[in-house]
């Protein structure tokens, strides 16, 4: 037999990470206000903070991006819509990038402010554009969430994105590790689970101190010519 098992069922990490409790089909997903869209428009919420109390609706309406930044419902007020503000394009691949600097999330109930938020929108051939969110939560600690489409034509089935909230451990790439690899690597993200498609909000390695190190606990299965076996491991590397 050989000494394989998935990793989804072992990892045990000692890092004080508490479970995710948020309902999110009691998240109001309403819009108070909405400008007159130029193109069909699609949307994603992000919610943020350990309850997701604060609410900011993204709303893609062709190159243009509209952001509650304020987190009031509504979507027509003064610098809430952007175009990108750096474009890439490639023609040989093809490949085109935008990329929309939208700065502060400043909530108008006067809960905490969040910084340097980008989005990123890239897009191959005539393949769905994928979208790329980044913001530092409280203005401090930043978590990137999408490398995939991320918006809804219908707002009721838009993805939201939790940011700030509780982590948990998610395995990534291998989804199986096996003594008889030649290199087997173990690969993991500390992530907010949100609500949707590709809606985890990844915390940056670069928000973590450069001394700390999970501590990952394995304990492989019996096979027919040995017993059980546990391997404790630190993760060091990052990226």
Not at 131 to 144: A, F, P, T
């Amino acid at each position: 037999m050989r000494r394989v098992i998935a990793i989804g069922l072992f990892v045990s990490l000692l890092s004080g990470l508490r479970s995710f409790g948020v309902d999110f089909s009691q998240v109001d997903r309403s819009i108070g206000r909405e400008p007159t869209y130029k193109d069909k428009p699609s949307y994603c919420l992000l919610v943020f903070g350990p309850e997701a109390n604060t609410r900011v609706w993204l709303v893609q309406d062709g190159e243009r991006i509209c952001v509650d930044r304020n987190a009031d419902g509504d979507l027509t007020g003064s610098n809430e819509a952007f175009l990108p503000s750096e474009r890439r394009e490639f023609t040989t691949t093809p490949y085109r990038s935008w990329i929309y600097a939208i700065g502060e999330i400043v909530p108008a109930n006067g809960s905490r402010r969040h910084t340097d938020f980008k989005l990123t929108r890239y897009q191959k051939g005539d393949s769905p554009a994928d979208y790329i969110l980044s913001v530092k939560v409280n203005g401090k600690l930043q978590q990137v969430a999408g490398w995939a489409p991320i918006f809804s034509e219908i707002r009721g089935e838009a993805s939201v994105v939790h940011f700030g909230g509780p982590m948990v451990v998610q395995p990534l790439r291998d989804r199986e590790l096996s003594l008889s690899s030649k290199k087997p690597e173990l690969h993991i993200r500390f992530a907010t689970p949100g609500s949707g498609k590709s809606s985890f909000a990844s915390l940056a390695y670069q928000s973590v101190p450069a001394n700390v190190h999970p501590r990952a606990e394995i304990e492989w299965p019996a096979s027919d010519s040995a017993p059980a076996q546990k391997t404790v491991v630190m993760l060091e590397k990052r990226c």
